[in-house]
């Protein structure tokens, strides 16, 4: 179940940052991984809020199971 909610979310956000965001997005899967390039902007950053904060209630009510990493890779 936890999976799945985190699957969706991530899924939303991605989806939402391609449909309604700026710039370059673009995603890849890969042995069960799901790995997401957004370009870092104003529309993008709110989207990524709302992701977080989202996850946030899951991470803290799923202490033993979630562990939010957020990685900034080539500044982006």
Avoid: H
Avoid at 26 to 46: C, P, S, T
Avoid at 47 to 58: E, H, I, K, N
């Amino acid at each position: 179940m936890v999976c799945c909610a985190v699957s969706t979310l991530i899924e939303s956000w991605y989806l939402t940052c391609y449909q309604l965001g700026e710039g370059r997005c673009e995603a890849k899967r890969k042995d069960g991984f799901f790995e997401a390039k957004v370009d870092k902007n104003e529309k993008n950053n709110l989207f990524f809020r709302g992701l977080y904060v989202s996850l946030v209630p899951l991470e803290q009510q799923y202490e033993s199971l979630i562990k939010l990493r957020m990685e900034e890779k080539d500044g982006s």
